[in-house]
């Protein structure tokens, strides 16, 4: 379960690689402070709503890039996978 977020971390960097060069270091940063400062959650409701949200705010930022929310499929099967444990 704890995996669960260092998974999602993992796949957002992964999708900030798809965004334009000026915005990958906005985001790559943002991305970084928001799961820093919510590493140390232990209700796993609590990490279930940060994992969709961290889904629903890529698959928002990657269509305001006009990139194929899609892209998000991985990151999505992390967050479902941890709400079905």
């Keep these: 379960m704890a995996n669960a977020g260092l998974r ?3 796949e957002v960097l992964r999708l900030v690689r798809r965004l334009p060069a000026d ?3 906005y985001y ?6 928001n799961f820093v400062n919510y ?11 940060l994992l969709r949200r961290a889904h629903d705010h890529s698959a928002w930022v990657l ?3 006009s990139i194929d929310a899609a892209e998000a ?4 099967e992390v967050c479902v996978e941890h709400a079905a444990e």
């Design 23 to 25: 915005a990958r270091t």
């Design 28 to 33: 790559a940063k943002y991305a970084r402070e």
């Design 73 to 76: 499929a991985r990151l999505k």
């Design 8 to 10: 999602a971390y993992r």
């Design 63 to 65: 269509s305001k890039y």
């Design 39 to 49: 590493r140390h959650l232990s209700a796993d409701d609590d990490l279930a709503a």
